[in-house]
């Protein structure tokens, strides 16, 4: 099945994988090996520096483990994008980041000497709960691709019964649909009942925000806060995924984000780098099912001497829209939330002026917006240049236009989320 030590990327084979294990050890931990071999997995291991090789080949890969053991700042940070790259194509990630030396007991495979933590939690898992993880992963990865074994054709002399019995579960279906639909619809209007219902516009900061959510709810999430008469806080949150299980997650984000806190008479406003570590601490110690990440990009803006301060976590950079200049990507690090426990952000500050726009965005926006090339760098898309320099509410009504008119293929479809800014000139 798998060669002693690391394979090289050029040996992935053409034909599905249904593990690909990414690591930065000298070889796959014996429990592991043991639980593919016993569970009839084709599997192979690569290590993860050489995850590029491989990009155009992950249609054939089913699930991914990431053995992340005692990796260091840098290697987090293009794990993190390595993680984003594998949820873009729908292939659910394990990561593993600790050794625990206590036995789990597993009760359907031989016993084992020690058991793994994963994505930053203390709390050790069986052998069998891998073994969970990995065949959910794999049953929703095939099942999307089609790979799924397709029943045997009844014999002609019970097709009748099938067919009768085929149209009393279509109609039973149908019902079900209508009811799961009304439902989603129901959740979607709570959900929004999350978002600001009006924001804190001054007599020198406007603001404008567009909410396009792909289904009837959304990984995405914003918020537009004052929070003293100083300062406002506002972000842009974006699940990983979307759906129900994304929705879900962006109510934990809304109420997770801290802005402040107030002890008392007083009260100490967090910095973006704070709020954006506070935020990842509560996301991994939660325990999270499943592989659920997000992004997020906070700012902070003081409204009286117009200084800007912003921090990220695996989001895309702000973008500064000044008079008369290009467009300016605004450049911080940090990964993505709920992967690491205790990652470190940083912030950057910025000194606006009068006629500034500033605008923040989900990924779902960024095709709107501009791409990234590997050679040039990022490239703002003629359609935005048109519109930057309208005042920020029509700029928003016609980048609203922009998301709903253009063509997307239905697979390709994804929550669409931007929140902007504007000081206003003297008049």
Not at 27 to 41: S, T, V, Y
Not at 204 to 219: D, H, I, M, R, Y
Not at 364 to 388: M, P
Request: proline content about 5%.
């Amino acid at each position: 099945m798998v060669k002693n030590g690391l394979l090289s990327a050029i040996e992935l084979q053409r034909s599905f994988t249904d593990v690909l294990y990414l690591t930065n050890q000298k070889q796959m931990p014996a429990e592991i090996k043991r639980l593919l071999k016993e569970r009839n997995l084709t599997h192979r291991i690569l290590r993860i520096d050489k995850f590029n090789d491989i990009r155009d080949k992950l249609g054939m890969v089913g699930t991914v483990i990431v053995d992340a053991n005692d990796s260091e700042a840098g290697e987090q940070q293009k794990l993190a994008r390595i993680i984003e790259t594998l949820e873009m194509e729908n292939i659910g990630v394990i990561l593993i980041t600790d050794r625990v030396k206590v036995p789990v007991k597993s009760f359907s495979l031989a016993p084992v000497k020690s058991s793994f933590t994963m994505s930053g939690s203390t709390e050790a898992i069986s052998v069998d709960e891998l073994w969970t993880r990995v065949s959910v992963n794999l049953a929703y990865r095939k099942q999307s691709e089609g790979l799924a074994v397709k029943p045997a054709i009844p014999p002609k002399q019970i097709q009748t019964i099938y067919k009768n019995k085929l149209a009393e579960q279509l109609s039973m279906t149908g019902a079900l649909v209508d009811n799961l639909t009304e439902q989603l619809r129901l959740a979607g209007l709570v959900q929004q009942d999350f978002l600001p219902t009006q924001l804190p516009h001054t007599p020198n900061v406007k603001w404008a925000t567009v909410f396009l959510p792909a289904e009837w709810v959304s990984g995405d999430i914003y918020n537009v806060v004052r929070i003293d008469e100083k300062n406002v806080g506002f972000y842009v949150a974006d699940v990983v995924g979307h759906g129900m299980p994304a929705a879900l997650l962006t109510i934990f984000l809304k109420q997770a984000l801290v802005m402040r806190a107030t002890a008392d008479t007083s009260y100490q406003i967090f910095s973006p780098a704070e709020v954006m570590k506070n935020l990842n601490n509560r996301m991994s110690s939660q325990k999270l099912s499943g592989y659920q990440f997000a992004t997020c990009c906070y700012c902070l803006l003081n409204i009286e001497t117009l200084e800007l301060t912003y921090s990220r976590a695996g989001h895309p950079y702000p973008v500064l829209l000044r008079p008369g200049e290009s467009p300016k990507q605004l450049e911080v690090r940090g990964s993505l939330l709920g992967v690491f426990k205790d990652a470190d952000y940083t912030q950057e500050k910025i000194q606006l002026q009068p006629g500034d726009k500033v605008i923040l965005y989900s990924d779902g926006a960024e095709s709107l917006i501009g791409h990234f090339d590997d050679l040039t760098g990022f490239h703002f898309t003629r359609e935005f240049c048109e519109i930057k320099d309208l005042a920020i509410i029509e700029m928003m009504d016609r980048f609203n236009m922009m998301a709903q008119n253009q063509p997307v293929e239905p697979a390709e479809v994804d929550d669409i989320t931007a929140t902007g800014l504007e000081v206003l000139k003297p008049s």
